[in-house]
């Protein structure tokens, strides 16, 4: 055979197998979508948003220096403070009155002072209180006034106040210090105690106390199991404090409980254990390999998530504390102690909504261990804006969301910075907002992808963490919704355990609770003079037109104007008309009032009833819809000093349902959303949010004259004889083309443990 014959065909050989192997290791990789593309779309942003914008950092830092300055009391930072010292316990901001924010807004009016609210306690003063002072004008203050009587018609006790890490840690040295070795033999024998201080992890119950002026607080021990949540490993062990008196050298403990049994204290808990009068369970701290509570896998990762992602990047814009997408202009902030809220909702240029804001959080326990009995917990004292820690790409939300970071100053010397604690993201449901496919009469196809934009926040407060979610629609609805997870807290499995949970552990009972969310949603329906609108259904007995004798039952529309705040205020669980409306007196081409339902999605457990010495601190629950006329003075349902004074709370509810008319007034709509808990072993070792989800609506009823996504560039369209894979008319089908390259993936990174808070 020729050689020079066999050389080429080893060289051609030799170059197709190159070949081969370059579209095999390089043909099937895509291409880096340009950075041209991702880019926020060109959106007219103003800066009227700012009038509603958290403090920036400078501002806090000009706040605090100023009220030391000219306060005339000696304050002293809060991580260095005693409860016998005077300190600012925080810093909001506060918000101008809605009639000068309107007149700024509407009429280019003046724009309202920016000013802050302080939170001060005066624990070296005579006066022994909290005050509150409005700060202003920012950026250069030069006022600080009192509003404390005005806001409150009263003095704040000093006992009211909301315990600050100082005083924890203080408590927690307290009792492991000076406490725990009177016990020392049970500790070491019984729960196999070391000494260390991360040996327990101890949890708080609140209110403080059984009656107005107490401070007292029971704690439950648990195993402070490393890597993961303690709550669910109780000891059985649980201590009463009495950290009323100033002095921490005369705190004591009151009483103690353990594995069903009350003593007098630790030393009576020694002696008793030494007698062998009490029964007692032998454990031990778990390690990681016996920790039932661990979130680690069991397996690696071995597959990559699905994900989502914009083809020509985000289609909405971000500047300042403003959002703009499709026809939606939203103003976004956070309450330190309330947590995420809006303002200036607009649709097509039109405000809907005042204020959507988060107002209170609570959980009500049950147990026969005191500390899970006792616990009232309204979430807003602990401050659940605080608790907004840094969201994980990929995970909390879509890898490509917008993240913003929030800053607060509460229980801190200077401000604190929460990285990414916002994020803001277009999100296809993955079903149609709206389609129908024709095969009667004509054949065509449309239909409209549920495109939404969602403002997402998480609440991690202890033990659980607080979903929080805004939900924008192209048809001009809003949805707002709360998940929780995280871990459940626990009490030690005793007898009769069962009647207040399920065992979800060797010694583990979830205890019963309920969870309630309430809102403040102050609609502007076509202006601010609006009514309530009740519509449902009724059958009426109907004789047949066109045959005698012959009856039916025809169903027929209810419609009702609620004409004071008593007729629009239901109770949890009173039958309430399934259509409630915001409405105008300005009509559509119909001839029908302009109007907002609200449909709630709830399943709230029972509140307390009105027999309990402290419902009135959180009256809200009682209700799930309230709407009453707006007043300045009632502008927040409840308050961070109802916890520790639950007794005589300073905001009462249900004293805003007053029997004043809503016809043609500004009102407010105050909407609890809530569920019942019972705990159960799939809760183990994180509650998961399938079905742990409520919230409500907020939809155009006669609004418009039709549905206005019916305008969407989003909207598909074909019929028969339309090419329906045309770029032109179907975005669907260039898919093959936007969907080409790979989007250019900003790098994972998180170090949210920074500025997390540790309390017991």
């Known amino acids: 055979m020729n050689v020079k014959f066999i050389i080429t065909l080893l060289v051609l050989s030799l170059a197709t197998i190159v070949i081969l192997v370059s579209v095999l290791l390089f043909g099937s990789r895509q291409k880096v979508c340009s950075s041209e593309k991702t880019k926020a779309p060109s959106l007219n942003h103003n800066d009227h948003s700012l009038v509603f914008a958290d403090l920036t950092p400078e501002e806090l830092t000009e706040v605090k220096e100023y009220l030391k300055k000219n306060l005339k009391v000696k304050l002293v930072d809060v991580s260095k403070a005693d409860p016998n010292s005077s300190y600012i316990y925080s810093i909001v901001l506060h918000l101008p009155k809605k009639k000068d924010a309107l007149l700024y807004l509407d009429k280019g009016g ?291 969301a917008t993240y913003v970071d929030t800053y607060y100053m509460l229980d801190s010397d200077t401000h604190v910075r929460n990285k990414n604690s916002i994020c803001i993201f277009e999100l296809n449901t993955g079903i149609p907002l709206r389609r129908h496919s024709s095969g009667l009469g004509h054949f065509y196809y449309g239909g409209l992808a549920n495109t939404v934009l969602v403002v997402r926040s998480i609440a991690t407060l202890g033990n659980y963490d607080y979903i929080f979610d805004f939900i924008f629609y192209q048809n001009g609805a809003i949805e707002t919704k709360v998940h929780a997870t995280g871990y459940i807290t626990s009490s030690f499995y005793m007898e009769g355990g069962n009647n207040y949970g399920n065992k979800v552990g060797p010694h583990t009972l979830g205890t019963i609770h309920t969870h309630f969310i309430n809102y403040k949603v102050d609609l502007d329906v076509v202006g601010t003079n609006n009514s309530v609108l009740a519509q449902d259904m009724e059958f009426e007995p109907l004789e047949v037109p066109w045959k005698s004798n012959v009856h039916i039952q025809r169903t027929r529309l209810t419609k009702k104007e609620l004409e004071n705040e008593n007729e629009a205020a239901f109770e949890l669980h009173e039958k309430m008309p399934r259509y409630i409306q915001i409405a105008s007196n300005k009509k559509n081409n119909w001839n029908h009032e302009r109007s907002y339902r609200i449909q709630m999605i709830s399943f709230a457990g029972d509140y307390l009833p009105d027999t309990s010495p402290i419902h009135n601190a959180m009256s809200w629950a009682k209700y799930k819809l309230s709407v009453t006329k707006r007043k300045e003075e009632e502008h927040q349902s409840s308050s961070l000093y109802n916890q520790n004074d639950p007794w005589s709370p300073l905001v009462k509810f249900s004293s805003f349902i007053n029997n004043e008319t809503i016809k043609d007034e500004d009102l407010v709509a105050w909407i609890t959303a809530g569920f019942l808990h019972i705990p159960h072993a799939e809760d183990i070792p994180n509650t998961v949010t399938a079905g742990n989800g409520v919230g409500f609506y907020l939809r155009p009823y006669n609004y418009f004259n039709e549905d206005p996504s019916i305008h969407s560039q989003d909207a598909i369209y074909f019929q028969p004889e339309d090419s329906y894979n045309s770029c032109n008319g179907n975005p669907l089908a260039c898919l093959t083309d936007t969907a080409s390259c790979s989007p250019k993936l900003p790098q994972f990174n998180y170090d949210g443990f920074d500025n997390t808070f540790v309390a017991i």
């Not at 808990?269 to 369970?281: A, C, D, H, R, T």
């Not at 947590?339 to 026969?368: C, H, T, W």
């Open 110 to 400: 003046p724009k309202p002072a920016r000013e802050a609210l302080a939170v001060v306690y005066l624990g070296d003063q005579h006066s022994l209180e909290i005050k509150e002072y409005v700060v202003g004008p920012l950026p250069n203050p030069l006022y600080s006034n009192d509003i404390t009587y005005e806001k409150y018609k009263n003095k704040i006790p000093f006992h009211r106040r909301p315990v600050i890490s100082k005083e924890y840690v203080q408590i927690y040295n307290f009792v492991t210090t000076k406490e725990f070795p009177k016990a020392a033999k049970f500790l070491q024998e019984v729960l196999g105690y070391d000494g260390s201080d991360s040996y327990f992890g101890i949890l708080t119950s609140a209110p403080r106390g059984l009656k107005s002026g107490e401070r007292t607080t029971w704690f439950g021990i648990f195993f402070n199991t490393e890597g993961s949540g303690f709550y669910i490993h109780p000891t059985g062990l649980e201590i009463l404090v009495n950290h009323l008196p100033l002095d921490t050298n005369e705190w004591t403990v009151d009483n103690v409980f353990y594995n069903g049994k009350y003593l007098k204290n630790l030393s009576e808990l020694e002696n008793q254990y030494k007698s062998k009068k009490i029964n007692v369970v032998k454990l031990k701290r778990p390690q990681p390999h016996e920790d039932f509570g661990s979130l680690k896998p069991s397996k690696s990762t071995v597959t990559d998530i699905p994900m989502q992602y914009e083809p020509q990047g985000p289609r909405y814009s971000v500047k300042n504390n403003q959002i703009l997408f499709q026809q939606w202009s939203i103003a976004f902030g956070v309450n330190v102690n309330s947590g995420p809220r809006l303002y200036d909702v607009r649709f097509k240029g039109e405000r809907i909504i005042y204020e959507l804001s988060i107002q209170e959080a609570m959980s009500i326990y049950g147990s026969n261990g005191p500390t899970g009995m006792v616990t009232r917990y309204m979430d807003g004292y602990f401050g659940i804006g605080r608790f907004l820690y840094q969201l994980v790409r990929g995970i909390d939300c879509p890898y490509f």
